[in-house]
């Protein structure tokens, strides 16, 4: 069975800091992994989408990486603004004989002026 | 339309009742997606279509849960006999499918509260 965790599970950073996120995954048979975040109370929105096939996909000051092989992914945030702070979700679209995505429990993000 | 939308945003019901939870997704979206996030918990995949056909149903969570798509296009979560525990958010997603399968980003809708008196 499928379990997505990410570590660490709350984080608090001064505003400018680069700063590291991470999901593990426990089954390497996968379509993709998606980043999102959600803002309190509302929806969430897409930040990266990385293929099996690719090792790493970037936008603006996000940078994030898979590696299948030991079940990893990192979210890289560059030069963290007061407006990063949101809670960060990872996702996997898993390869079973029907398609199911899993989510990982959130790394809540908080950045201080 | 510009974006995934839901219907409707909050929902207010007496335990026991039915209801019906709707989700339009992205124009030209094959793929759609309910998911559950109960307060403190992490989102609670259900059930996934791809077209009309939900290919696989057992991440509802019980038989009270029952989920349709017509046209490829809106779908609706109908909750029957609700139960308090059923107090969650309900989101949406859909996402335009690639080849190979299962390649497209998920756009999320914003999602009904439902609230089981």
């Known amino acids: 069975k499928q379990e997505v965790t990410q570590i660490p599970a709350a984080l608090s950073v001064p505003e400018g800091e680069n700063l590291v996120l991470n999901c593990s995954f426990t089954?390497?048979?996968?379509?993709?992994l998606q980043w999102f975040r959600q803002d309190p109370g509302k929806g969430l929105t897409s930040l990266l989408l990385i293929q099996s096939s690719q090792r790493e996909q970037t936008s603006g000051r996000l940078n994030a990486s898979l590696d299948k092989s030991s079940g990893r992914s990192t979210l890289y945030i560059a030069a963290s603004q007061p407006g990063d702070s949101a809670t960060y979700l990872c996702a996997v679209r898993q390869k079973t004989s029907y398609d199911k995505v899993i989510f990982g429990p959130g790394t809540s993000l908080s950045v201080i002026p | 339309g510009a974006g995934v939308s839901q219907s409707p945003s909050n929902k207010v019901t007496e335990k026991g009742k039915d209801v019906e939870l709707r989700c339009d997704p992205i124009s030209g979206h094959t793929a759609l997606y309910w998911y559950r996030q109960s307060l403190g918990q992490g989102l609670e995949f259900l059930i996934y279509?791809?077209?009309?056909?939900?290919?696989?149903k057992s991440g509802l969570p019980s038989d009270r849960f029952s989920a349709e798509r017509t046209g490829g296009s809106v779908s609706t979560l109908t909750i029957q006999r609700t139960q308090q525990e059923d107090s969650a958010v309900y989101l949406c997603a859909s996402s335009l499918e690639t080849t190979p399968r299962g390649g497209g980003t998920q756009y999320f809708g914003p999602g009904t509260r439902l609230t089981v008196l």
């Open positions: 089954d390497s048979a996968i379509y993709n």
């Open positions: 279509f791809q077209g009309n056909s939900a290919p696989d």
